[in-house]
């Protein structure tokens, strides 16, 4: 077949999905930052403020879970790569550079679908059972989706140190928790964080979140699932258009 037929490129990104889970996604790391540094962040937050209710808390957990999984390792895989010198061997293959972007993400989505399912099962543990089921899956496959586009995105520097672009990723992530209503409810934040608030992916995520488990939003729920839907394509494609532009950068 074609090299360049889109099946060919297709199973080609399928074996940079199984590639990126098996070396880097099975690894300590990602546990640790997508999973133990959430509930940590969520358990001093629940320490501190004992009048919140279970299902606030829980909504709250989810959406960081959801969002440092997806945001753990994709930013890094091209620099890792690059460092390896094993980019240029996968660019020679052929293979497209959207086709190795498209991999990169699925990865990233696939895994953070995974771990998402332990938040929701610490909730029903906790007696926080979805109340809208289905707008609870569609916001957590888009959101996943919208977060591992946005890694990819903080991956676009040309460089092939690893800790440059995590210094990078961690100071754009942690400001975002702050003002995407995870502690705080956006209604309650000061006008200039709520203006904030609007252009963070993760404050329609974890409106989402909100209202499956509590019934109560800030938007209606099609705005947070248009919202996300079209975070994603602008990320995914900004994403893509720039790693084709730095990737001599790398190599």
Not at 75 to 89: C, D, H, M, S
Not at 124 to 136: I, V, Y
Not at 141 to 154: I, Q
Not at 173 to 180: A, E
């Amino acid at each position: 077949m074609n090299p360049e037929h889109p099946f060919e490129q297709m199973r080609r990104a399928l074996a940079i999905t199984q590639k990126d889970i098996r070396i880097y996604y099975a690894k300590g790391p990602v546990v640790i930052f997508g999973l133990f540094m959430p509930f940590f962040l969520f358990l001093a937050f629940a320490v501190g403020n004992r009048g919140l209710s279970v299902p606030f808390l829980v909504s709250g957990l989810l959406a960081m879970t959801l969002f440092f999984t997806a945001t753990a390792v994709s930013p890094v895989i091209q620099p890792w790569e690059a460092q390896a010198r094993t980019l240029e061997r996968l660019l020679a293959v052929p293979i497209t550079m959207r086709t190795l972007v498209a991999g990169d993400m699925l990865a990233s989505l696939v895994f953070t679908l995974i771990i998402a399912v332990v938040p929701v099962g610490i909730g029903c543990a906790a007696g926080a059972s979805p109340l809208h089921p289905l707008p609870l899956l569609a916001g957590i496959v888009l959101g996943a989706v919208c977060f591992s586009a946005f890694g990819l995105l903080l991956s676009t520097p040309p460089t092939n140190t690893p800790s440059n672009v995590m210094m990078l990723s961690s100071l754009v992530k942690f400001p975002l928790i702050f003002i995407s209503g995870v502690f705080v409810p956006v209604e309650e934040l000061p006008l200039w964080g709520q203006a904030l608030a609007v252009c963070s992916p993760l404050t329609y995520f974890t409106d989402i979140a909100r209202y499956a488990l509590m019934g109560t939003h800030t938007f209606p729920v099609f705005v947070d699932l248009v919202a996300l839907a079209g975070f994603a394509l602008l990320f995914g494609a900004v994403a893509m258009a720039l790693h084709e532009r730095t990737v001599g950068g790398r190599i």
